[in-house]
């Protein structure tokens, strides 16, 4: 994967398959420190403690339809690649917290990308889950709640193609608002 926002989208869908009804998405840049980090928090079922060791192996998955699981360990591989580290937090029955921490400014960051595009597929993808995008800057705080906005569209569903629109224009000009550049 060459952009950050692909890892998420693959993280989030292991949450997703996990059954989580609420997954948090943070992304934290702060220039000042020179730290990219991201955080993705599910309510799903969580792993017990042999499942969370093996999650880090490339040659491990949980999932039938391939017999290697690349999420984590691509993830792992591109924050360590930049003098970074990735941390797995779970709880079977609880749910499961993923750290991924980055130098900023490392030249082997890989780009954020699409983040905008990839909240608004895992969206489209998973209408009965509710997501949460936080994304800080030392220019400020921008957030997208489904909660939030399935309050303000009433009966129309959240994977309508207008609201979905919606919600990535809103993304982008949010991210925009608070300095980040999704190249970057």
Do not use: C
Request: glycine share 10%; aromatic share 4%.
């Amino acid at each position: 994967m060459i952009e950050l926002s692909l890892h998420i989208l693959d993280i989030v869908e292991n949450s997703t398959r996990a059954g989580a009804g609420l997954v948090t998405i943070r992304i934290s840049e702060d220039r000042a420190g020179d730290r990219f980090r991201i955080e993705i928090e599910d309510d799903g079922e969580g792993m017990d403690d042999e499942t969370a060791r093996q999650a880090l192996d490339p040659f491990f998955t949980t999932k039938t339809v391939r017999r290697f699981g690349l999420g984590l360990p691509m993830l792992r591989h591109a924050a360590e690649r930049a003098e970074g580290g990735l941390e797995v937090k779970t709880l079977k029955g609880k749910g499961t917290k993923v750290n991924a921490e980055f130098r900023l400014s490392h030249i082997d960051r890989q780009p954020l990308g699409d983040i905008a595009a990839t909240i608004a597929a895992v969206i489209a993808g998973n209408p009965r889950t509710d997501f949460i995008y936080r994304h800080e800057s030392g220019s400020g705080i921008y957030v997208m709640d489904t909660r939030e906005v399935r309050r303000r569209i009433g009966d129309v569903p959240i994977d309508h193609p207008k609201i979905l629109n919606w919600i990535k224009s809103d993304i982008e000009s949010g991210l925009e608002g608070i300095g980040i550049d999704k190249s970057a």
